[in-house]
């Protein structure tokens, strides 16, 4: 049974920290929890106490506690420290070995994975000396378990989020994966991109990057040395990888043309425009009670790599709003590609701007089903099953 010493430090992300007590036990795992002087305002250690089945530990010198459990041997019992919400101090605090309470000190005794979930305001995450204390923490062998974009506590929108308790769960104990992508070389698009109508406006569509974002650091993680060509997106650069940040189709497709010929696979996971713009180099006004926008025809991105005269292994995706399998099929035999992932959009789960997905992929000789699940873990199926073609079709 896999031993998780859970630090909670204080931020209103803390009341999720309970719930990810409750999905680490439900997976097997033994907890204890740990609590900052700041968390207990937020959340009661009444309240761990009863998911976790422990009392929780929550002082330095306390003469009790020294004797049931000091924080060396509550160190030593951990197969895992997790810091879950991870606030702005507490992140400070670890990186620069301060150890003035029991979690900043058992951080210094841990000799366990130590996985961190920072929470807190974008502003704050953005901020220089916050990033260069997670890049610290990274070089002291941290696993920082990234926070997501959307709405927050508040009242304000962007990255800071504490990752689900459902995701880091699933990044906690997730069997090391082998490199099943070890010297491959992996370009992906991702993200949307944005066609000028004018010095102001721009006509666009609402991909969240994610899904690409995710299956940029699934093939990172397999051992794939990855370039990830992205539209404009509210996401945090992947680690290990080359990004080269475009906003029109036309630098979308400039830039991953460039890049073709170092690559064994490519993946067009971005909402591409299909029309664009003539951009007008002032600001349109507003006259006639109708407008008309003429709309040019943009390079088929996807199709100009898998038609190259040697290509890459190619997957692209179909975002559909009927007919799935139908359009999926033609896209493939069409432009020509070695796979594609079709998806519904425009219904209640998945799609577009959602934390989730389902996929149903298809390929020359086959196809399957990838149920409804966190993008982060869809990413990974979906990246195992290209490798799987990719091998097969160099192997022939
Ligand atoms: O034809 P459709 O746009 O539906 O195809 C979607 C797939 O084609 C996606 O993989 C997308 O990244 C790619 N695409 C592209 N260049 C375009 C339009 C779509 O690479 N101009």
Partial sequence: MKHILLGVSGGIAAYKAAELVRLLRKQGCEVQVVMTESAMQFISPLTFQALSGHPVHTELLNADAENAMSHINLARWADVLLIAPATANTLAKCSHGLADDLLSTLYLAAQCPV??????????????VTQANIATLKTHGVIIIDPEAGEQACGESGIGRMAEPASICAQLLAEPVTQYLHGVRVLISAGSTREPLDPVRYITNRSSGKMGYALAKAAVKAGATVTLVSGPVNLAAPDSVELLRVETAAEMYAAVMANTQNCDIYIGAAAVADYSPTMQPQKIKKHASQSTI???KTKDILASVANLDLPPFTLGFAAETHDLEAYAQKKLQEKNLDMIAANWVGREQG?????QNALQVFWATGQKTLAMIDKTQLAEQLMLLCAERFNEKNTI
């Fill in 115 to 128: 996985y961190v979930a920072p929470a807190m305001n974008q502003a704050m995450w953005h901020k220089t």
């Fill in 294 to 296: 003429i709309l040019q």
């Fill in 351 to 355: 799609g577009f701007d959602s934390e």
